[in-house]
């Protein structure tokens, strides 16, 4: 379908504070409402809720906090989740199922299973994670409406 | 089964949603302590059961369109879990029973388990 060009996507985009682990999923909950409100097929709802809240939980325990955004295309959607924090020194460890270096405290919580980044990418139809030690991290993850 | 059906066969006692028991009706369920997991595995319209208890699992099961959620081994959810489960309309039911027990009962009783990929390599 084609768009007139002056048309702007709809974006909204939230902070995630540092050490507030109770409101985990905060964010992830208001996208949710929103892609409902814009009548967002409910599998790519899911599927984008899922990533969102993965991703919010990453930002929070291993970046010490930082920003999700999420941009509505006409036929796709694109979150991305930034922070500050320590970066990821080996990407592809982190992206095995099972690999974690979340705290006591945060598996206490239930998350810490190694499952996040392999979740989000299963949830996405395209993922890039861009990561500097010292640096930070950004992720962005694309759902389209059909798979 | 519906709600009411999982309470009876589990003992488990409502913590909140009595009014919906009846009309919440459920296929499958999955039982974990792991949120990754369940994020991960379970389908929509899934009963969600497990031991934890904080504010988190309401979370979970709101993202995934999960219809309730049965805390196992007599745990009851946290104040905040509960404020939350009424915002969002989830209810919640606490068994007595341990996990596997509680999950062997609905297995026997016809529920179904969420279908885990096999894992590569």
Redesign the interface.
């Known amino acids: 379908m084609a768009e007139s060009k002056d048309k702007k996507p709809y974006a909204e985009e939230y902070a995630i504070n540092p050490g507030d682990f ?1 409101a ?2 905060e964010a ?2 208001k996208f ?1 409402a929103t892609l409902a409100m814009l009548g967002v097929p ?1 599998d790519v709802v ?1 599927r984008a ?2 990533v969102a ?2 991703a919010e939980m990453n930002v929070l325990i291993h970046g010490g906090g930082g920003k999700i955004q999420l941009v509505v295309y006409p036929g796709s959607i694109e979150l991305t989740a930034s922070d500050k924090g320590p970066g990821i020194p080996d990407v592809q460890k982190a992206m095995q ?1 099972g690999y974690s270096t979340a705290t006591d405290d945060i598996r206490e ?8 980044l ?2 989000i990418k ?1 949830n996405s139809d395209a993922m890039s994670l861009e990561t500097e030690v010292g640096e930070g991290t950004v992720l962005t993850a694309i759902i389209n409406f059909t798979r | 089964m519906n709600l009411t059906e999982v309470a009876r066969i589990l003992r488990a006692e409502v913590i909140w949603g009595d009014e919906f028991l009846d009309s919440v009706d459920v296929t499958h369920a999955y039982g974990a ?5 369940v ?2 595995f379970a389908r ?1 319209g899934t009963l969600l059961i ?1 031991g ?1 208890t ?4 309401v ?2 099961a ?4 999960l219809p309730a959620v049965l805390f196992v081994r007599g745990k009851k959810p946290q104040d ?1 879990a509960v404020a939350l489960s009424k915002e969002v309309r989830l209810p919640m039911l606490v068994s007595p029973m341990s996990m596997f027990e509680a999950c062997g009962l609905l297995f026997q009783n016809g529920i179904h388990p969420c279908t885990v990929p096999v ?1 590569e390599g």
């Open positions: 109770s985990i999923g992830s909950t949710k409910s899911r809720s899922i809240y993965e199922e919580l239930g998350f810490g299973a190694g499952m996040g392999p979740n299963r | 302590d792991l949120m990754s997991d994020l991960a929509p497990t934890l904080n504010i988190q699992i979370r979970t709101q993202m995934l369109d905040s894992r």
